[in-house]
């Protein structure tokens, strides 16, 4: 089946520590996105990457880093740099040209210790 | 930018109608979005609006005046299942990016 996959489902941060979220998908879009959701709040945009190789910062960046070596993999690193990391996390793709809707995976939620 | 706009909480009997509305402020629109959202999981696409009119599907419409800078979702015969949280999501017109609002969350009650 054609899908998106996240991993892990739940992750938990130390103070200090770096943390690697996995996002994956099969459905050969080319455009990804990293997408972040605290209560109460709309999803705001950390990253996104239209092809393979480039991506540019969203509305939240700071504190995160992304790569893009395979159109199916855009995996985010929580860097320690980002002092309120808790949150669900969401990943999602897309058709690079317009008209295409974004499809998401079923979410990473970091905690912190 | 964007500025979305929707209610913070709806709740409506089971088998009724409720119109949750949206409306935005926007640089460059190219289309509105409708996402369905239960609790601890991901959003699930409902509907896509970027010319003037009524979309329906099922269940579910969706209306948009882009003059206005309005949209609303409609949901009729409402179930239980139903209860969910409901984002309104507008794209930009150079970049394709979505810009979300804070979500509708809609209880059913029996």
């Known amino acids: 089946d054609g899908g998106i996959t996240q991993s892990p489902k739940y992750l938990f941060r130390k103070e200090g520590q770096n943390v690697t979220l996995s996002c994956e998908q099969n459905l050969n879009h080319d455009a990804m996105y990293w997408y972040r959701q605290d209560p109460g709040q709309g999803l705001r945009l950390i990253y996104y990457?239209?092809?393979?190789?480039?991506?540019q910062k969203g509305d939240i960046a700071e504190g995160y880093s992304v790569s893009r070596e395979k159109k199916e993999s855009f995996p985010l690193t929580v860097t320690s740099a980002q002092k309120n990391p808790t949150a669900f996390y969401l990943c999602?793709?897309?058709?690079?040209?317009?008209?295409?809707?974004?499809?998401f995976g079923p979410g990473t939620r970091l905690l912190v210790l | 930018g964007q500025n979305i706009d929707q209610p913070t909480e709806m709740t409506a009997t089971e088998g009724a109608i409720v119109q949750i509305n949206c409306t935005y402020q926007t640089s460059g629109f190219n289309g509105l979005f409708w996402y369905q959202q239960h609790a601890g999981e991901a959003p699930t696409f409902l509907s896509y609006n970027v010319l003037d009119g009524l979309e329906e599907k099922g269940r579910f419409s969706s209306f948009l005046s882009r003059s206005k800078g309005y949209s609303y979702l409609l949901l009729k015969e409402l179930q239980m299942k139903d209860s969910a949280s409901y984002l309104c999501?507008?794209?930009?017109?150079?970049?394709?990016?979505?810009?979300f609002g804070a979500g509708t969350t809609v209880t059913v009650r029996a």
């Open positions: 990457s239209q092809i393979v190789n480039d991506f």
């Open positions: 999602a793709s897309s058709s690079r040209r317009g008209g295409e809707t974004q499809y």
């Open positions: 999501a507008v794209r930009d017109r150079d970049d394709y990016k979505l810009s």
